[in-house]
Structures are given as C-alpha cells and as structure tokens.
T-cell receptor, first 116, second 110 residues
Framework: GDSVTQMEGPVTLSEEAFLTINCTYTATGYPSLFWYVQYPGEGLQLLLKATKADDKGSNKGFEATYRKETTSFHLEKGSVQVSDSAVYFCALSDRSVEGSGYALNFGKGTSLLVTP | AAGVIQSPRHLIKEKRETATLKCYPIPRHDTVYWYQQGPGQDPQFLISFYEKMQSDKGSIPDRFSAQQFSDYHSELNMSSLELGDSALYFC?????????FGPGTRLTVT
C-alpha cells in the first residue's frame, strides 16, 4: 500500500543552520504530498503541500518540491530558528486509490531541535 | 477564524470502561477524519465521514465506533478500553484535500 518514509531523528541544529529532512514515498497512483508540523503539546498543523509532480510547496521559509522521478518530497529551510523546534511529519493522500478519500498516510515523524 | 474543536481535551478512564470523544468541525466542512497517535508515534488513520456517511475506514478496532451527526459533528465511541488505547486522538475536518486538525483529546487508560 501507499507509504511514506522519512529520515529518523532527532535532528539537532544550531540557529541559522540549513535544514533538510528527507521524505520518500511509495504510491500506486498520483498522490498529493504534505508536510505537517507538531509543536510540543499541540495538534498537527499543515506546513505546506504539493499536489502534482514538480510543484513546490512553501511556507514560513520552508520549501519542498514534489519529485516524481525520485519519489521524494524533502523539506528544506535555509536558516532555522529556535522556534522551529518541533516534530515534522511527511504525509501523502492518494485519492486515485479507491476508498482512500483524502485520508492521510503519515511518516514516522522527525524531531527537530534548534539550539541558540 | 474558527478551528476544529475537540472535547474533552483530557480523559482518564480505567480498563474495560467506555469513552466518547467529540469533534466539532470547521463550519461548512463536510468531512471529518479521526486519527490515533500513540506516544512517540505517527498519527494512524481510523475512520472518516462525508456528509454523515462513513467514507473510509482505516485501522479502527472493532471495539470503536463512530458517527457523524446532522450538524456535522462527530463522536468516536470506544468500549472495553485497553491500556494500549492510551493515545492522542485527533479529529480533522475538510471540504476538500486540505485537512485541518483539532488540538486532540489525550486519553489515558489506567
């Protein structure tokens, strides 16, 4: 079935460092891809999304490009801040799979800690 | 802007008891999703409803049931609770591909 694999954490970076969190997917159809962020003690917030190949999602300095040839959707940010410390989840929904609706399949999550 | 509301935010139950979690979607959203997130785990899709009918089913145990009411709010009913049911339960609503998640209900089974 459809699945998402993302790099294991925790990832620890100094403030202003460059961030990459790898995410690859397996899907039978043409999925939409998402990055969600979960701050400590809070719910899931949509960070960015891309719905077709070569789309680039971006928000709050974060970017990810939907790469069909490498089945990847890596999350990047040029200069992280302490406030970016959170758990990041890569997710996909594959509406082309019968009965899947818009339900999301999540990766295991990557914990990011940014130190001053 | 209105967000997804879940109640209660925290719930403590004993083994073999029942629990009911409620979800109030964003106004005009017609689809509700339920997810379970165990400690340190990724969210797992349980079940969803579109226009008050079950639309998709994930890894929801037979001990759990859910429904969506005429006002679009949804309830997740959990019976014969087990220790392993202790988790954060998220509800999300949408009117398309973009899901908005609620803050979650933290269920602790003792």
């Amino acid at each position: 079935g459809d699945s998402v694999t993302q790099m294991e954490g925790p990832v620890t970076l100094s403030e202003e460092a460059f961030l990459t969190i790898n995410c690859t997917y397996t899907a039978t159809g043409y999925p939409s891809l998402f990055w969600y962020v979960q701050y400590p003690g809070e719910g899931l917030q949509l960070l960015l999304k891309a719905t077709k190949a070569d789309d680039k999602g971006s928000n709050k300095g974060f970017e990810a490009t939907y790469r069909k040839e490498t089945t990847s959707f890596h999350l990047e940010k040029g200069s992280v801040q302490v406030s970016d410390s959170a758990v990041y989840f890569c997710a996909l929904s594959d509406r082309s799979v019968e009965g899947s609706g818009y339900a999301l399949n999540f990766g295991k999550g990557t914990s990011l800690l940014v130190t001053p | 802007a209105a967000g997804v509301i879940q109640s209660p935010r925290h719930l403590i139950k004993e083994k073999r008891e029942t629990a009911t979690l409620k979800c109030y979607p964003i106004p005009r959203h017609d689809t509700v999703y339920w997810y379970q997130q165990g400690p340190g785990q990724d969210p797992q899709f349980l079940i969803s409803f579109y226009e008050k009918m079950q639309s998709d089913k994930g890894s929801i145990p037979d001990r759990f049931s859910a429904q969506q009411f005429s006002d679009y709010h949804s309830e997740l009913n959990m019976s014969s609770l087990e220790l392993g049911d202790s988790a954060l339960y998220f509800c999300a609503s949408s009117s398309g591909a973009k899901l908005f998640f609620g803050p979650g209900t933290r269920l602790t089974v003792t």
